[in-house]
Nanobody, 119 residues
Framework: QVQLVESGGGLVQPGGSLRLSCAAS????????MGWYRQAAGNTRNLVAR???????NYADSVKGRFTISRDNANNTVNLQMNSLNPEDTAVYYC?????????????WGQGTQVTVSS
């Protein structure tokens, strides 16, 4: 069964905004870190932002001041508000969740959602 479901990707003009959302199944267990990674065509997958269970955040230097990550623990969701988008932000964005239901922490990945910034 699906553990993570992503939504919110699409086509946007430079300078525009998008909001990505990722919802985790209740059965995924105790959630620790939640984050977003992206992979542009021909490039490696890199961390964009992450947020811990305590609310501590980390951002890639390239998105600081433009992107904001947040989480809603009541709904097992993590969001990524992306502002002032530029063509370099074009990539497939993947949600990542670190969770445990057996005492062993596992890494889960969303299906990926395309973000295209173009005029």
């Amino acid at each position: 069964q699906v553990q993570l479901v992503e939504s919110g990707g699409g086509l946007v003009q430079p300078g525009g905004s998008l909001r990505l959302s990722c919802a985790a199944s209740r059965t995924i267990g105790t959630i620790y870190n939640m984050g977003w990674y992206r992979q542009a065509a021909g490039n490696t997958r890199n961390l964009v932002a992450r947020i811990t269970s305590g609310g501590s955040t980390n951002y890639a230097d390239s998105v600081k001041g433009r992107f904001t990550i947040s989480r809603d623990n009541a709904n097992n969701t993590v969001n990524l508000q992306m502002n002032s988008l530029n063509p370099e932000d074009t990539a497939v964005y993947y949600c990542n969740v670190i969770a445990s239901r057996t005492g062993v922490r596992l890494s889960y990945w969303g299906q990926g959602t395309q973000v295209t910034v173009s005029s």
